[in-house]
């Protein structure tokens, strides 16, 4: 669906999947089986009984319709909410009143941001092949490191759902 669903929301029921960021004290990694959604005062947007995925935490869901990779913004967002964890596009199918539920895992958190790799993804969820560029070359080390933890993640995410889809 892109970044915040700017690709549109596709008819029917549909579970929220992908990537989120870590608030307080998730790591890098941990699968999240999203039983509440809110925005960012701390509003209920959907709730449910989660998917029942083996090994995930169950938590809440923080949506915002930016990139959040600012310490404060984080604990600011983790005061002012309780989430666990904060991403884009599950308050765009909450909102359309179809949401099943949300599988999200842990790419980055306050003391592991993203540092310059939130350039380079683009609007519609693909490649900024420039803003991936200036992240290697303003911060290499970090950059890296987001990039790894990224992948890490997204095995977490694979290996997650097929326990689920084996359960």
Request: aromatic share 4%; hydrophobic share 45%; proline share 4%.
């Amino acid at each position: 669906v892109g970044l915040g669903a700017r690709r549109g929301v596709p008819d029917g029921p549909v579970v929220s999947y992908g990537l989120a960021g870590g608030l307080d004290g998730l790591a890098c990694g941990t699968v999240v089986d999203a039983v509440r959604a809110v925005d960012e005062r701390g509003e209920t947007l959907w709730e449910g009984e989660g998917l029942g995925v083996p090994g995930a935490v169950r938590g809440t869901l923080v949506a915002v319709d930016r990139i959040v990779d600012d310490a404060e913004e984080r604990a600011r967002l983790f005061r002012a909410t309780g989430g666990d964890a904060v991403d884009m596009e599950s308050a765009e199918l909450a909102r359309r009143g179809e949401l099943l539920g949300a599988l999200r895992v842990v790419a980055d958190t306050p003391d592991r941001p993203l540092s310059g790799l939130a350039g380079a993804v683009g609007p519609e969820g693909d490649y900024d092949w420039v803003g991936l560029a200036r992240a290697l070359v303003r911060s290499p080390r970090a950059a890296a490191r987001a990039a790894r933890d990224g992948k890490r993640a997204l095995n977490a995410l694979a290996a997650a759902t097929r326990r689920w889809a084996d359960g």
